[in-house]
């Protein structure tokens, strides 16, 4: 079993940056792939990221590719999504997931979720 606890969320001005953070719990974080989604107020839960178990494949929605970057330090049981110039349509919770299988992530279906953190960003 994993257990997922985000950090990092915040309040900051369109064009700015922050580097949220997801701690894991469990010996089977290194071999299971890592995934980031967002909430906005009033929508659905949509996918923003994923990253394989070794790190090796990652994907990117369309509205975040070239701003976002996932990663992950398997040795700290430790996932990263590093925000950079940043919209005020991304205010959202930002939640991470984790699953065996990185297309079950990327289906929007992971078993495991952390509670989410606060991203918002102003104008």
Request: proline letters at 2%; aromatic letters at 12%.
């Amino acid at each position: 079993q994993v257990q997922l606890v985000e950090s990092g969320g915040g309040l900051v001005q369109a064009g700015g940056s922050l580097r949220l953070s997801c701690a894991a719990s469990g010996r089977t974080f290194s071999s299971y792939a890592l995934g980031w989604f967002l909430q906005a107020p009033g929508k659905d839960r949509e996918f923003v990221a994923s990253i394989s178990w070794s790190g090796g494949s990652t994907y990117y929605s369309d509205s975040v590719t070239g701003r976002f970057t996932i990663s992950r330090d398997n040795a700290k049981n430790t996932g990263f999504l590093q925000l950079n110039n940043l919209k005020p349509e991304d205010t959202a919770v930002y939640f991470c997931a984790s699953h065996r299988d990185t297309r079950t992530v990327l289906a929007g279906t992971p078993d495991y979720w952390g509670q989410g953190t606060q991203v918002t960003v102003s104008s």
